[in-house]
């Protein structure tokens, strides 16, 4: 007796009805280029380039409508459905970069040739200076090995297939879009890499020291907000390039459980230390030598840290206060504190590279859609004739 989930005719059937669902939704929601500022103003070899992204995004696009998704998750898992709308979306990013390449790609001994173009010499001369700058002096045969290898990483981000994310991140985009994600996004970077939930709330300057766990978080983000805009968007670039490539051998993970939230938890254990009255009122040097590596807060003007399961308050702030009305005020504020703790976003995991993408207000997906639009309308206007 024939299996009726693989038959042919059931098979046949699906297929039909699922190539038809597509080709509606996909008409529907084609991009209009006419709409695209300065359309007519491009070479037809740019305009039939920047058709195919387009193409590409309606295709990832239709992938999400309801009349799509219900005959994909028949076989497959919804979060496979959004890695391949995700794969699609980066294989913009690729041809976007790949438009925006100023030199066709060099050999490695070539690009090291003194007698190429100004353009190139000019980024192999920066290359090697920060190289020489990072060893410093070379003076034994590891230091040299190192200095070869910071050189060739140099000339693999500039003249490889693999960069083109990063021409796209550095190129294409324009200056404000740029701006935004080396201000918004960041690559939370860890060994182990702890799921956290919620990382869109660990902004810059972020400071805990409560635990191991939250000490290494820390030190994450200071690591982040040291890099500058170039720094950060080559990170964001090699990151997604990463992903993209993992996304080329099949290799889908399953969506992160995540474990604890490094804001609202810590507020959650005050909350719980004021209830069960683990106070300590300080003076001045004591609360200096205890409270040095805890999580500092302030409250009404009053001083406080949260460290070892015990708040210790600054005692000259509330000499002159009701102290059991200030509890109750900052219970009641800690709680908001708690409330507020769900972050709007996404948090792409990449354990590979024991790396995590964190996004504010939108999925990946989403933003991956922005930003290409972004920079196709950048393109258009940096190539117009």
Known sequence: MQDPITSGSLIDKVTEEYELSVEKITTSKMHEVEQLPNWDRIDRSLQIKIQSVLRRINLANTLTEEEVTKWITVTNEAFEVSALQTYLLLTCLNMLGELNKVDPPLSFLAWLDTSNSSSIKSLRDEAITKSINSIGS???????????????????????????FFYFFTDALDSDT?????????????NPLEKWANLQNVKEGYSNLTSPENK????????WDALDS?????????????LFNQYNVCMVN??????????SKVWKDIDIAVAEHRLNYLSNNLFNQLGGDGQKFRFNEVRCVYKDDELYILETDVKDRDRDNWLKKLQEWLKTKIDAGKAHGDTVFLFSRSQALVIPEKTLPAILENWIDAAIKNVIAKKQY
């Open 138 to 164: 070379i003076d034994d045969q590891a230091k040299a090995v190192k200095l070869i290898k910071s050189v060739f990483a140099q000339y693999r981000l500039n003249n490889s297939i693999e960069s083109n």
């Open 178 to 190: 740029q701006n935004w994600i080396s201000s918004n996004c960041w690559i939370y970077q860890d």
């Open 216 to 223: 290494r978080l820390t030190n994450a983000r200071k690591r």
């Open 230 to 242: 170039y720094q950060k968007l080559y990170e964001v670039s090699q990151f997604l390039e990463a």
């Open 254 to 263: 399953p969506p992160v459980k995540f474990e604890k939230d490094p804001i």
